[in-house]
């Protein structure tokens, strides 16, 4: 357990090429990194709501999903050091944020949108930053878009809403980042809902469960095949790291206070499963 106390973590994200972990907190504007071998980390204080990052072809840069578009940012042991706006689709629609966001295996960026409100209008959408920087529309109607993740082949994407209750799966055209119809293979009840995802070497999608203090496991065509009980009531996303790609993170939230025992740390785990190392965002 690493105790980084944060409000809303998110985004668990491994960079083979640094041996870092980052995280965000949304609620508390902030960008976090940990080195695992010395278990020293710091955080950078953003002054933006952050809803998701993603690695850059550059080390030590960060592509993130903010509350008014896509930017990259590149930081330095002081903190932000430099901030390069891409896109800011939604700035017609005031309430919305960015939430929830993965690279392909091609290193094309996803992210949905949301009502920061939450007060149950499906004001989202889903994007796709392509590397040329054009920004597509892939579809709307979204609550509040979660799980984004790509099977090991790439072939498969994976996303869920968490308003619904739902995991999706989709065909995915790798030479054009287009996905094919989506299907559900998972729909899950109270107490808890969907939240982030990863998948492991095997195909496995492990998905982090808000509000039941529990990982599960999915085989690709939605059969459960393990849960993980956690000392966290709000677990909120997942990611292999570690320089072998066996160590499990995972972010949790004390939003309101009541996150259980460890809400607001990073919780580590090892599956006996080992992950897939990320795609950073190939930008021409």
């Not at 007060?119 to 892939?138: E, I, N, V």
């Not at 992950?275 to 021409?284: F, L, M, S, W």
């Amino acid at each position: 357990m690493i105790p980084v106390e944060t409000v809303l973590g998110e985004s668990p994200l491994w960079d083979q090429r640094t041996g870092l972990l980052y995280w965000i907190d949304i609620h508390g504007e902030e960008i976090g990194a940990l080195s695992v071998t010395s278990r020293r980390w710091v955080t950078c204080p953003t002054g933006r709501r952050y809803g998701s990052i993603g690695l850059t072809a550059e080390p030590g840069g960060l592509l993130a999903a903010t509350a008014s578009g896509l930017e990259i940012v590149k930081l330095t042991n002081d903190g932000i050091h430099e901030v390069l706006s891409i896109a800011t689709p939604e700035a017609h629609i005031p309430g919305n944020r960015f939430n929830d966001g993965k690279t392909d295996r091609q290193g094309r960026f996803w992210a949905g949108t949301m009502e920061d409100a939450e007060t149950g209008q499906r004001t989202g959408s889903m994007y796709r930053l392509d590397p040329d920087g054009g920004l597509t529309r892939a579809w709307g109607d979204v609550g509040i878009p979660n799980g984004l993740c790509f099977s090991p082949s790439g072939e498969t994407m994976y996303t869920a809403d968490s308003m619904d209750g739902t995991i999706w799966a989709a065909p995915y055209d790798m030479s054009t980042g287009e996905p094919g119809p989506r299907l559900p293979i998972a729909v899950i009840k109270d107490p808890g809902g969907p939240d982030g995802s990863t998948v492991d070497e095997f195909g496995g999608i492990w998905n982090a469960e808000w509000g039941s203090s529990r990982l599960v496991r999915y085989l690709p065509d939605g059969t459960v095949d393990r849960v993980l009980e956690v000392p966290a009531t709000m677990p909120t996303c997942v990611a292999f790291g570690g320089p072998n790609l066996d160590m499990m993170f995972v972010t949790t939230a004390r939003v309101g206070g009541d996150g259980g025992r460890y809400g607001g740390s990073i919780l580590v785990y090892d599956v006996g499963i080992s992950g897939i190392a990320e795609t950073p965002y190939q930008r021409v």
